[in-house]
């Protein structure tokens, strides 16, 4: 019997590598970030998470002061982004709003989450552990469940979660709504670093047609 299964409103989640190794400065700035954390985590209580999940750093706006290479390639590839999926038919002009560095020590985890107040959101991954894994989640979980079947084995119709393998040096860039997060650091010695950032834009948003009176 001949049928098709297709679909419909993809979510797009986009890949790239950096080709080139991080350079000894930028592999310095990094460490000054992390050993800056430490201190700072010494001489208060106060933190943005709970130690058990994972460590981010204070500042959310490294790429204004160090790390100009690395921000420049996400910024690349949030520009093709933005032509190939967004394909806006006024100009708008993408740029990094936030940027910080997450530390996954050994036993940490970074729950599901989403970014607000963003259009993209992306994550470039410094060091990673083996057989590391980006996690997504279905927003739309609670909807389609209110009729609970149990599958035989899960595929992309009827998981509620999918991932995505990651190495060192690779980039990813997703909607900010969609959910995501790291299951636990399983190593005894090893952080599995990375730097994320959310995205907006400037320029014309919407369409006349779409005012309110």
């Excluded at 201190?39 to 709970?50: N, P, R, S, W």
């Excluded at 995205?199 to 309110?212: D, R």
């Amino acid at each position: 019997m001949d049928y098709n299964i297709t679909g419909v409103f993809p979510i797009p989640i986009y890949f790239a590598k950096r080709e080139t190794k991080l350079t000894t400065s930028e592999m310095d700035d990094i460490r000054n970030i992390i050993e800056k954390r430490k201190l700072q985590k010494a001489h208060t209580t106060e933190e943005l998470v709970d130690d058990t999940e994972t460590s981010l750093t204070e500042n959310v706006y490294i790429f204004n002061t160090k790390l100009y290479k690395i921000k420049e390639f996400c910024e690349q590839h949030i520009n093709i982004y933005a032509k190939e999926i967004i394909n806006p038919k006024d100009e708008l002009d993408f740029y990094i709003q936030q940027s910080w560095l997450t530390v996954t020590s050994p036993g940490e985890n970074l729950p599901p989450h989403h970014h607000s107040n963003s259009i993209l959101s992306g994550v470039f991954y410094v060091s990673t552990v083996e057989n590391d894994k980006l996690h997504f989640y279905d927003v739309f979980h609670n909807l389609k469940n209110r009729i609970s079947i149990e599958e035989k084995e899960s595929n992309i119709w009827n998981a509620t979660t999918w991932f995505f393998p990651i190495e060192d040096n690779d980039l990813i860039i997703f909607p900010s709504w969609l959910d995501h997060g790291v299951q636990r650091n399983p190593t005894a010695t090893k952080d599995r670093i990375s730097i994320a950032f959310n995205a907006f834009a400037k320029g014309i948003f919407g369409m006349p047609s779409h005012k309110h009176y």
